[in-house]
């Protein structure tokens, strides 16, 4: 890597946040406590215990579009979790967070099963902005049958929107200026202070970021470069490229097909899709 190349992405890391997506996977790949810390103060239960957890995690899908989850993690309750984060109000479109939860479900049917073994699921959307716009901190979101007085339909499926631009001071406030936060020293979370500093101030962890930004650029070295794009996941990417892969997935092509057609992969393809609120 030439000099100026990596002193360039020294800068990029630097501007970092848990709000980034990619840097939010890489931080939590390998710390189920900070995972942990994330999951207890947002569910309000200093007991939670993670004893599953993966980053990126693939589930693919017969019948239509596969999903990459950001994080899936399974608690010592059984309860299993889709933790996604969104710059973008369209990355939150309440029928994508519908269509994660039936994925984490369709992770566990088969043939004579008995549907009470179905493990509870909550989908938990971080957004940078008030995507919900209630101007609540946190949003809960919950089946319930209205000829009953709205009484609560027991199918142990939830949805979770935490607001970002809520930065009170309260625990789930904190959290949120930690996850919006560049400077390590500053954030409030020890275990999530140490993970951000290990990937801008640690040699080994600094390498394995440039080593992603670096895999990202070399899929799109030719042509111009968007500048501007989120740094360290699309920033090698051709604007002429990426113009055609948004205009293949307005039209709904096969993601396949987009790769192809674009000398991709099927799981870049997927995360611009996810980036630009166009996954299908």
């Given at each position: 890597?030439?000099?100026?190349?990596?002193?360039?992405?020294?800068?990029?890391?630097?501007?970092?946040?848990?709000?980034?997506?990619?840097?939010?996977?890489?931080?939590?790949?390998?710390?189920?406590?900070?995972?942990?810390?994330?999951?207890?103060?947002?569910?309000?239960?200093?007991?939670?215990?993670?004893?599953?957890?993966?980053?990126?995690?693939?589930?693919?899908?017969?019948?239509?579009?596969?999903?990459?989850?950001?994080?899936?993690?399974?608690?010592?309750?059984?309860?299993?979790?889709?933790?996604?984060?969104?710059?973008?109000?369209?990355?939150?479109?309440?029928?994508?967070?519908?269509?994660?939860?039936?994925v984490l479900d369709?992770?566990?049917?088969?043939?004579?099963?008995?549907?009470?073994?179905?493990?509870?699921?909550?989908?938990?959307?971080?957004?940078?902005?008030?995507?919900?716009?209630?101007?609540?901190?946190?949003?809960?979101?919950?089946?319930?049958?209205?000829?009953?007085?709205?009484?609560?339909?027991?199918?142990?499926?939830?949805?979770?929107?935490?607001?970002?631009?809520?930065?009170?001071?309260?625990?789930?406030?904190?959290?949120?200026?930690?996850?919006?936060?560049?400077?390590?020293?500053?954030?409030?979370?020890?275990?999530l202070a140490e993970?951000?500093?290990?990937?801008?101030?640690?040699?080994?962890?600094?390498?394995?970021?440039?080593?992603?930004?670096?895999?990202?650029?070399?899929?799109?070295?030719?042509?111009?470069?968007?500048?501007?794009?989120?740094?360290?996941?699309?920033?090698?990417?051709?604007?002429?490229?990426?113009?055609?892969?948004?205009?293949?997935?307005?039209?709904?092509?096969?993601?396949?097909?987009?790769?192809?057609?674009?000398?991709?992969?099927?799981?870049?393809?997927?995360?611009?899709?996810?980036?630009?609120?166009?996954?299908?």
């Amino acid at each position: 890597m030439k000099k100026e190349q990596r002193e360039q992405m020294l800068d990029d890391i630097a501007k970092f946040c848990l709000m980034d997506d990619t840097f939010f996977h890489t931080c939590l790949k390998d710390s189920p406590s900070g995972m942990e810390w994330i999951l207890r103060i947002i569910l309000d239960d200093s007991e939670l215990v993670v004893l599953e957890m993966h980053t990126q995690e693939d589930v693919p899908n017969i019948f239509g579009r596969s999903v990459i989850f950001d994080v899936f993690v399974r608690d010592a309750k059984g309860r299993e979790y889709n933790v996604e984060v969104q710059r973008a109000d369209k990355g939150a479109d309440p029928r994508r967070a519908r269509h994660h939860a039936c994925v984490l479900d369709a992770m566990h049917v088969e043939k004579n099963m008995e549907w009470k073994q179905l493990p509870p699921t909550i989908v938990i959307f971080i957004t940078e902005t008030d995507a919900l716009h209630g101007g609540e901190p946190i949003y809960h979101v919950e089946r319930t049958i209205r000829e009953l007085h709205h009484k609560r339909f027991e199918d142990d499926a939830e949805i979770i929107y935490v607001n970002g631009k809520c930065q009170d001071d309260t625990p789930l406030g904190r959290l949120m200026q930690d996850f919006a936060c560049k400077d390590p020293a500053k954030m409030h979370s020890k275990v999530l202070a140490e993970r951000v500093k290990f990937y801008k101030s640690d040699e080994h962890g600094v390498r394995t970021m440039c080593k992603i930004m670096q895999d990202l650029m070399e899929k799109y070295a030719e042509g111009k470069l968007e500048e501007g794009r989120a740094k360290g996941k699309a920033e090698g990417i051709a604007e002429k490229t990426l113009r055609t892969i948004r205009n293949q997935l307005k039209r709904h092509v096969e993601y396949a097909d987009i790769a192809s057609d674009n000398e991709t992969t099927v799981d870049e393809v997927i995360r611009i899709a996810k980036e630009n609120g166009l996954a299908y």
